[in-house]
């Protein structure tokens, strides 16, 4: 049997990337989400997780996953049989010292198995792939390849997933398999990351950098959601990342201790919404995956954009309605940005791609909104010179600038920050520009007195008069000047025609 496989594995070798078998197909249309065109069904074997032991532990900020600290390692590889017939016995490829192929028993439909395999650290198979295949009986037998796993290198994010048994269930009935389908998606997402096309999804800006994080499934559990949170949501060392799949269960959103790097970093998956008052939209449906995109780039570093919101009430004497991001020339582009709406069809800015790679291969980074820690980079990446111009296209005079910083009220975001209708101004000068130096973002403050954003008000000489109006300038504009190296001076300029009109 081995020498018959070994010979069978050298035809293989070459013949590795013409034989992959029949890919996954689309849902059907009764799906409730096949509108989502990333949802796909497989219908055979494949490789689900696989986990590496002993893990090396993350418990501080600015912990990093890495491989096992120690000689010897184990491999443990999960296999489901999402077909409707049975396997036969098929091989994995890519393990250290079996060239030939690992074999592996038939599997009935819906079986599933694991596989453990020991062997030197040193040997683990970093950068490469495990293959599943059909074993042949002939040399002449073209063998079908199954599924690949990506074995990326030691510094790719380690992810457990816990998951209601009623989501698993539902997963593996409809796409054959949930965790291949979860796989998917962390696929999709690192094809995105390389500036490569996704189904559904817009490019955004192609200009933005690469960002080569990687993650790789490596333990998959149930719990009870009617039992409390899972222990393993609360604490988990050994993993960089764990995410709960309860769609409409009571797990939500990205969980993080400023200050606490040892619990949580975790995120609920339990997405289930009518929206607009649409259809349901659940887990698997465009939605509900873009949010949970969104809240890996949480885990990464990413704050919401939406926080920049300003809601009615804020501006009084400017505006009744507010200001939103995306309403003026220099954030348009971050209207759709997945950070600020993961339910149109999103977009990856250069600025989200700049954010994560500042905090590249680091598991454990924090609150991004402490400037207290090295990766709170928010009230960290601020010009020290802040010039604000307004530029008159149509010829009308700027008479006077005025800016004036939002005050906080009780919480962290731009819907509980304003400015009153009386507000002194924190700077002004006559003519068309101001200049701002210092802690004018109140970056040192406490977090709850930190400013977002500021109002730049404007005296424009018109035909009639002169007519006050005003713009806004988010902290999010600075971070990325900061970023592209606008470091000790950044000009915001804004044209009078663009300002807006007070009440």
Not at 15 to 35: C, K
Not at 52 to 72: C, F, H, M, N, Q
Not at 138 to 156: K, L, N, W
Request: hydrophobic letters at 40%; glycine letters at 8%.
């Amino acid at each position: 049997m081995s020498t018959h496989i070994a010979i069978v594995v050298s035809l293989f070798i070459g013949l590795i990337a013409t034989a992959f078998g029949a890919p996954p197909v689309p849902v059907e249309a009764s799906d409730r989400d096949s509108s989502n065109p990333r949802n796909v069904r497989w219908n055979g074997p494949v490789i689900e997780w696989v986990g590496i032991t002993p893990r090396a532990e993350v418990r501080k900020l600015g912990d990093k996953p890495r491989a096992p600290e120690s000689d010897e390692a184990g491999l443990e590889i999960v296999l489901r049989n999402a077909g409707d017939k049975d396997t036969g016995v098929m091989l994995i490829l890519g393990l250290p010292d079996l060239p030939e192929g690992l074999p592996v028993a038939s599997m009935t439909p819906g079986q599933r198995q694991t596989v453990t395999v020991a062997m030197k650290t040193v040997d683990i198979p970093y950068g490469k792939s495990l293959t599943l295949s059909a074993a042949v009986d002939s040399p002449a037998d073209t063998p079908e390849i199954y599924d690949q796993f990506p074995m990326h290198g030691p510094d790719a994010h380690r992810i457990a997933l816990v998951a209601t048994e009623d989501s698993w269930k539902d997963g593996d009935t409809r796409f054959g398999s949930m965790v291949r389908r979860f796989r998917k998606s962390l696929e999709d997402l690192e094809s995105l990351y390389d500036v490569q096309e996704v189904p559904g999804i817009p490019m955004g800006d192609e200009s933005r950098p690469v960002i080569t994080d990687r993650f790789r499934i490596e333990h998959v559990e149930t719990f009870d959601p009617d039992a409390g949170t899972p222990a393993l949501f609360a604490e988990h060392p050994e993993f960089d990342l764990v995410i709960a799949v309860n769609e409409g269960g009571p797990l939500c959103c990205f969980w993080l201790e400023d200050g606490d790097s040892l619990h949580y970093h975790s995120i609920g998956h339990n997405f289930l919404s009518a929206r607009g008052g649409a259809e349901k939209q659940g887990i698997w449906s465009n939605w509900g995956e873009q949010a949970l995109w969104h809240e890996i780039f949480h885990y990464r570093g990413v704050p919401d954009f939406y926080i920049y919101n300003i809601p009615a009430g804020s501006l009084p004497g400017r505006s009744p309605e507010g200001w939103k991001l995306g309403s003026s020339p220099s954030t348009a582009y971050l209207l759709h940005e997945i950070m600020n709406d993961p339910y149109t069809a999103p977009e990856l800015s250069w600025l989200s791609a700049t954010i994560v790679n500042s905090k590249k291969g680091v598991s454990r980074v924090g609150a991004c909104e402490n400037p207290e820690q090295p990766f709170g980079h928010m009230w960290q990446w601020v010009p020290r010179q802040l010039i604000l111009q307004v530029v008159s296209g149509d010829g009308a005079a700027v008479e006077g600038v005025r800016v004036y910083r939002a005050k906080p009220g009780g919480g962290r975001d731009a819907r509980v920050q304003r400015v009153a209708e009386d507000a002194e101004p924190m700077a002004a000068a006559a003519g068309a520009s101001v200049t701002l130096d210092g802690d004018y973002m109140n970056s040192k403050a406490p977090r709850n007195e930190r400013a977002l954003w500021l109002l730049v008000e404007a005296d424009v000489k018109t035909p009639s008069g002169i007519k006050t109006r005003w713009s806004i300038v988010t902290l999010l504009e600075m971070n990325e000047a900061f970023a592209r190296g606008s470091k000790d001076a950044w000009t915001f300029q804004v044209n009078a025609s663009d300002l807006r009109a007070g009440e």
